[in-house]
Antibody, heavy 121, light 113 residues
Framework: EVQLVESGGGLVQPGGSLRLSCAASGFTFSSYIMNWVRQAPGKGLEWVSSIGGSSTIYNADSVRGRFTISRDNAKNSLYLQMNSLRAEDTAVYYC???????????????WGKGTTVTVSS | DIVMTQSPDSLAVSLGERATINCKSSQSVLHSSNNKNYLAWYQQKPGQPPNLLIYWASTRDSGVPDRFSGSGSGTDFTLTISSLQAEDVAVYYCQQYYTSPRTFGQGTKLEIK
């Protein structure tokens, strides 16, 4: 079964840091572009960052310079290092697989259940 | 950035009736090289992650009931549920994957009348 399981969320103060993880199983992880998508409370979906199998990276303007996406293909894991966190980063963060293997311009066909990040003093 | 605008923001439909959700993109998402519309639809039930329903504007994902259909081309798209079931209560999002950043519509909340 194809599965994505996020972890690492929690409560952090403004200006703080947090590292999210996503464990993948049931497919050849290294062959797929992986994504982070977030959803603020009561709001819609916002793409955050993507990374290809060969580590090509795409970032949303809202997180560029603060968030760093990475992956460990040997561990079938995706990460999001979040620094300089702001209140507006409060959201559920989803890990999602690209449907088109290593083609960035594709839909997202598998989603994890998400991990909640709350930025508050 | 391509702006995706859905209408309506919410709608209530009786069980067994047709539900129609519209999505308009601020520029065309039809790729001339392959004649494909880079448009997907997702369903998000309360407390759950999004679930892919439709991609390439009209292709149903595996396991999606055939009461769900997608149509449209260029800048105007529609998601239709032919006969609403109770389990279809959810928020529906369209998304373009033609350019970066890949952007979503604001969502349409579908309820039972």
């Amino acid at each position: 079964e194809v599965q994505l399981v996020e972890s690492g969320g929690g409560l952090v103060q403004p200006g703080g840091s947090l590292r999210l993880s996503c464990a993948a199983s049931g497919f050849t992880f290294s062959s797929y572009i992986m994504n982070w998508v977030r959803q603020a409370p009561g709001k819609g979906l916002e793409w955050v960052s993507s990374i290809g199998g060969s580590s090509t990276i795409y970032n949303a303007d809202s997180v560029r310079g603060r968030f760093t996406i990475s992956r460990d293909n040997a561990k079938n894991s995706l990460y999001l290092q979040m620094n300089s966190l702001r209140a507006e980063d409060t959201a559920v963060y989803y890990c999602a697989r690209n449907g088109g293997h290593d083609d960035y311009y594709y839909y997202m066909d598998v989603w994890g259940k998400g991990t909640t990040v709350t930025v508050s003093s | 950035d391509i702006v995706m605008t859905q209408s309506p923001d919410s709608l209530a439909v009786s069980l067994g009736e047709r539900a129609t959700i519209n999505c308009k993109s601020s520029q065309s998402v039809l790729h001339s090289s392959n004649n494909k519309n880079y448009l997907a639809w997702y369903q998000q039930k309360p407390g759950q992650p999004p679930n892919l329903l439709i991609y390439w504007a009209s292709t149903r994902d595996s396991g999606v009931p055939d009461r769900f259909s997608g149509s449209g081309s260029g800048t105007d798209f529609t998601l239709t549920i032919s006969s609403l079931q109770a389990e279809d209560v959810a928020v529906y999002y369209c998304q373009q994957y033609y350019t970066s950043p890949r952007t979503f519509g604001q969502g349409t909340k579908l309820e039972i009348k």
